[in-house]
């Protein structure tokens, strides 16, 4: 098949925890090279976004292609504005060679591509990664719901795409209830972990002070202040050293780093938590599996794709119980969810695993099988299977 993944608001080349960039990047990436790998001819098609990227054709070592396509002026534009080049980037897309099948990635893409879709006779397959209705419904302290426009347009894509693609059960169910999809046109298909690069440590961890970890870009969506909160209620004799793994997301991003650095000053904690930025992959799976947990404080996720990057580390996690992470982490075994976003309850269960080695030991060994279970050939090979029956269906 000829396939194209649609990835308008950000390039797959991007580093994840930058700026827009997160963990839709990590999969649209793995998607293109195996498909690519399975013998399909792949295209990732994103927006220019600076005077280089215009007519800029990237092959992959996979032989997946990433092109840019010039949608409004080739500068970074901040996800508010980009509804306004929707049109033009659909225009640019029509002009392509025709597609088999157009896979959009989150709903800017969607918006573009459906027409094109339905113009050239493609198939249209949608993957949202975040819902805007499951957002809106748990919005952090100081975040900005999502616009009624951006629900409006999540609804129509849920209903008019030949298939929508959710991560867990949480997230096919949400859209079912939220937008009126069709049950039968929304597959869940869980992402896949790259375990060559995500691997236990080769030696054990010397007996040191314990490492805890968040990653993700810096919003009031992911939690990291309760991180903090929870770092401060820990014991000197038991406290972890934090390290913050992501950069500032948009204007909201920004305020909210501000007030985690002003929140680690009043609590003391400079020499107990640690900002280091967007990592490079292979950076980032050396910190984490140095670290004895892998903390996911998040108001909510589509599937919480660290969760299955710690499990291939061999290190347990502690996130918050909320859709896309109850059926991301297997409660008991990979690590343990903790009910609501209060720090004391936080630090005790933090607490709770740090004290307890045998208990972290057995995760660990679980986490391995729970990763292994997970590839992205195998994703990338259900959804291939998908594209096929969306196309002899329409």
């Known amino acids: 098949m000829r396939i194209g993944l649609v990835a308008l608001h950000t390039s797959p080349l991007a580093a994840p925890g930058a700026g827009d960039a997160g963990g839709m990047n990590v999969v ?9 790998h399975a013998g399909h ?14 007519d800029r054709l990237e092959v992959l070592e996979s032989g997946a292609r990433v092109r840019f396509l010039t949608a409004g002026e080739p500068n970074p534009l ?31 893409s969607g918006r573009a591509t459906l027409p094109v879709a339905r113009e ?19 919005l952090a302290p100081g975040d900005s719901p999502e616009p009624a426009a951006r629900l409006k347009v999540e609804r129509t894509l849920a209903r008019r ?16 209830a939220a937008y009126g999809a069709q049950a039968a046109r929304v597959h869940v298909i869980e992402p896949g972990v790259d375990t060559d690069v995500f691997r236990p440590s080769a030696a054990p961890t010397p007996d040191a002070r314990p490492r805890v970890l968040v990653v993700g870009r810096i919003q009031p969506l992911k939690g990291q202040e309760l991180a903090v909160r929870a770092l401060a209620r820990l014991a000197p ?27 680690v000053a009043a609590q003391g904690l400079a020499r107990d938590a640690s900002f280091v930025g967007a990592l490079p992959r ?22 919480g794709l660290v969760t299955l990057e710690a499990a291939a580390s061999g290190v347990p996690v502690v996130a918050a119980r909320v859709p896309g992470l109850v059926d991301a982490v297997r409660e008991g075994v990979t690590g343990v969810l903790v009910d609501g976003h209060d720090e004391r309850t936080w630090a005790a269960a933090i ?16 986490s391995l099988d729970h990763a292994r279970a997970h590839s992205w050939r195998a994703t990338a090979a259900r959804m291939a299977t998908l594209y096929g029956k969306a196309a002899a269906s329409i």
């Open 28 to 36: 649209v990436r793995a998607l293109a090279d195996e498909l690519a």
């Open 41 to 54: 001819r792949v295209e990732v098609l994103t927006r220019a976004a600076s005077p280089a990227d215009l």
């Open 78 to 108: 901040v996800k508010e504005e980009l509804p306004r080049v929707t049109d033009a980037f659909a225009r640019a897309l029509l002009a392509l060679p025709r597609f088999d099948v157009l896979h959009s990635h989150y709903w800017l």
């Open 120 to 138: 050239t006779r493609a198939v249209h397959v949608l993957s949202l990664h975040t819902v805007a209705a499951v957002k809106n419904a748990r």
């Open 161 to 176: 795409s030949d298939a929508v693609v959710a991560s867990t059960r949480s997230e096919r169910d949400a859209i079912v």
């Open 237 to 263: 004799d038991i406290r972890p050293h934090l390290f913050i793994a992501g950069e500032a997301s948009g204007a909201v991003g920004a305020d909210y780093r501000a007030r985690l650095d002003a929140l």
């Open 282 to 303: 292979a950076e980032l799976a050396e910190l984490m599996r140095s670290c004895s947990l892998v903390l996911v404080p998040s108001r909510s996720e589509t599937f």
């Open 351 to 366: 607490e709770r695993m740090l004290r307890d080695p045998a208990l972290r030991h057995r995760m660990a060994r679980a």
